[in-house]
């Protein structure tokens, strides 16, 4: 009997603003492996992200969500986050007035085995800020206002390893960053993979963040639909080729379905 | 209980329709309190031991400015107008009914007096603090007597002042600030009051008290002048704090005011940048919960050449507690090259409470920029989504603002004193809130 993937999106159909802009999307993605979302900009790749983290700004218009064996549709972002599924921002937002410790300490309450108080609690992120080369002062300072994208992207990596989800969606945490950051990122999905087995789903347009990772799938999106599934021998193609010859068949099938 | 009333206190300089009831404000004081509490002034004795004089101070730069200014004269239709009113020639209309010299306009009340002040330029007379005379008086009276803190020239000094309440006592701190040429100065201020030895920390009720501070402050040319003031107090006390502040030549001011407790509170300060280049900097973040209310007035004069002013304020209002902020930026006639700029964001956690938020801009000079903004209500979707990205609910994310407003101020709290304080309030509001910053630096 097969397993069941951690995620399974079926026949996802979703919009914004009454415009539809994914189209019968299907994705599974099975628990431990790396699988990447490949494709050029514009292509929804980040709202396939959003929508499985529940973004409210997009509506679902068909088909399902399952993570874990548990519908997501109908749960709020906080409750999939809770359900295990993290997403990292592309562009994570600044939150005056609220301190980065107040707001970790936040996103760890009430979660069985993750809940620490104190010292205890101190005595973690000060492991984690060694881990991913981050001054502990960050803690202190109001979530987001006035880092560098790097500095950024290095407190997201802090959330994924803090949290250890089951499941965690990089959205484009390569875009932007020096070699310094770049490695640091690289860093903080080595640590995740070793330290939970967890699930990763990268999304992006770049090839340089993969090298050094052991991908198992490799999904193309192009105009909001999943275009290619191949292993990762799908990345050296791409880097090669670029994404144009989807693009061209994602067009003449346009066209085909208008006639 | 018998009540004293500062009438027409924090009063915006140019007021708008009165039925707004945000002119200005009324604070009401328990009237049978002795002086009592405590006062405590850390500071070295370079910083005590001084002949400076905050009134001194202001003398010496009048005279830099009368000889700046000898022999200028001001042929504006306004100062004409405004000469001719206090000369008693009574506007334009001649006895003979023609209608006069048409060029000379007629004054509101306040553009007269505010001519008259820019024609007299007298630095003293012109001096005013956030809350007005009336506050001043009562709590330079609580007070008894003023003490001076003063650096001297290209030095550099730290005071800490401690004003502790106690239950139907008034205690009040009367300071003048004088920061010497190219010196650097930084004050703290603590306004704290507890309900004492019995205290029951399930009451959030302490008894009623009256905690306040008169700030004058002189910055002389070039220096740096730092003032941090904390508010503390438990709910049953009315905290008042005003100050007025001068700015001499390229003079550097950063005012904080952390108001996190007290009952009901009165925030005041008005700064004078009288010389060109100098900038004054006000960071303002406040709490108020239950039914506790905030009152804030700020006044900035803008009269030296390419002066700059930033005023910004970050709030948060939970339960049914009410606040207002006044601030005016007054781009005053001769201040070429300019800048002020208010903004505030107040977080509204609940819907039983009323929030103010009056920014007001007054322009006699162009080649000037006067900007403000606010934003007002709850946490902001792309906020909130983030939030809740990370397991934060809606509800959470609200109670996250509070809390994190006092975690923000335990950690940047200058000293354990001011942090226990903190974190004492934190417990009244949160459950294990100081037990869950066991560790974190002060």
């Known amino acids: ?259 | 209980m018998e009540q004293l009333k500062i009438k027409h206190a924090s009063a915006m300089p140019a007021p708008t329709w009165s039925w707004l009831r945000m002119n200005d404000t009324e604070i009401s004081l328990p009237a049978a309190l002795a002086r009592g509490g405590d006062i405590e002034i850390e500071a070295p004795d370079t910083l005590l031991d001084t002949a400076s004089t905050f009134e001194g101070a202001l003398a010496e730069l009048q005279e830099h400015l009368d000889a700046k200014r000898a022999n200028a004269t001001d042929d504006r239709a306004c100062v004409r107008a405004a000469q001719m009113d206090q000369e008693g020639a009574g506007g334009r209309e001649t006895s003979d009914g023609s209608l006069g010299d048409l060029d000379t306009p007629a004054l509101s009340r306040y553009q007269k007096r505010a001519t008259l002040e820019e024609v007299a330029g007298d630095v003293t007379r012109a001096f005013e603090t956030g809350i007005g005379m009336d506050a001043r008086s009562y709590l330079n009276f609580a007070a008894g007597e003023t003490v001076t803190i003063a650096t001297e020239a290209g030095s550099t000094g730290e005071a800490t002042i401690r004003v502790t309440g106690d239950a139907g006592t008034t205690v009040a701190a009367s300071i003048d600030a004088v920061a010497a040429p190219d010196s650097s100065l930084s004050l703290t201020i603590a306004l704290d009051a507890a309900p004492g030895s019995s205290d029951d920390a399930s009451s959030n009720q302490g008894p009623a008290g009256v905690i306040g501070s008169e700030l004058r402050v002189f910055a002389g040319a070039h220096s740096h002048v730092d003032v941090t003031v904390y508010v503390t107090a438990d709910a049953g006390f009315v905290a008042v704090d005003d100050s007025g502040y001068v700015l001499d030549e390229g003079a550097r001011v950063q005012v904080r005011h952390i108001v996190l407790g007290g009952g009901v509170t009165a925030t005041g300060m008005a700064a004078d940048l009288r010389s060109d280049t100098a900038r004054i900097d006000i960071d303002t973040r406040y709490l108020a919960s239950g039914s506790e209310r905030r009152d804030f007035n700020y006044v900035v004069r803008h009269r030296g050449k390419r002066t700059i002013s930033n005023i910004i304020a970050n709030g948060v209002l939970a339960g049914s507690s009410k606040k207002c902020l006044r601030g005016t930026i007054d781009l005053v006639h001769g201040c070429k090259g300019s800048e002020g700029t208010e903004r505030e964001t107040v977080l509204i956690a609940d819907e039983g409470v009323e929030n103010k938020t009056v920014p007001t801009i007054l322009c006699d000079e162009d080649d000037v920029a006067g900007n403000h903004g606010a934003t007002i209500g709850h946490v902001r979707p792309e906020q909130l989504f983030y939030l809740e990205s990370r397991g934060v609910s809606s509800e959470d994310a609200e109670a996250l603002f509070i809390r994190a407003k006092l975690e923000d101020a335990a950690l940047s709290a200058p000293d354990e004193r001011i942090r226990a304080a903190i974190l004492r309030l934190g417990n009244r509001l949160i459950d294990g809130f100081a037990e869950e910053l066991e560790g974190d630096a002060a």
């Open chain 1, 1 to 259: 009997m097969p397993i069941s993937p951690l995620l399974s999106v079926d026949g996802l159909t979703a919009s914004v603003d009454e415009k539809t802009i994914l189209h019968d999307v299907n994705l599974n993605i099975p628990a431990g492996e790396t699988h990447v979302l490949m494709g050029p900009n514009g292509a929804g790749k980040s709202t396939l992200g959003h929508l499985i983290m529940g973004d409210p700004a997009y509506t679902q218009d068909a088909g399902t969500i399952l993570f874990d064996g548990q519908d997501m549709s109908d749960l709020s972002p906080d409750k999939r986050s809770r359900a295990g599924i993290f997403l990292s921002f592309q562009a994570p937002v600044e939150i005056p007035g609220v301190p980065l410790s107040s707001f970790l300490r936040a996103t760890i309450a009430g979660r069985p085995g993750l809940e620490m108080r104190g010292k205890e609690f101190r005595r973690r992120m000060k492991e984690l800020c060694a881990e991913l080369d981050m001054d502990p002062a960050y803690l202190n300072r109001e979530l987001g206002v006035g880092f560098s994208g790097g500095e950024k992207k290095k407190v997201e990596m802090l959330q994924l390893l803090l949290l250890q989800p089951k499941l965690a969606i990089l959205d484009e945490t390569d875009s932007g960053l020096d070699v310094d950051a770049l490695g640091v990122v690289s860093r903080g999905m080595d640590l995740y993979r070793k330290s939970t087995d967890g699930t990763l789903l990268i999304i992006t347009h770049n090839t340089r963040i993969l090298e050094h990772l052991d991908v198992d799938r490799v999904h193309v999106m192009v105009n909001g639909r999943v275009v290619r599934e191949d292993d990762a021998s799908l990345i050296d193609w791409i880097d090669e080729n670029g994404f144009e010859s989807f693009e061209r068949a994602a067009e003449n099938d346009a066209a085909e379905n208008a006639r």
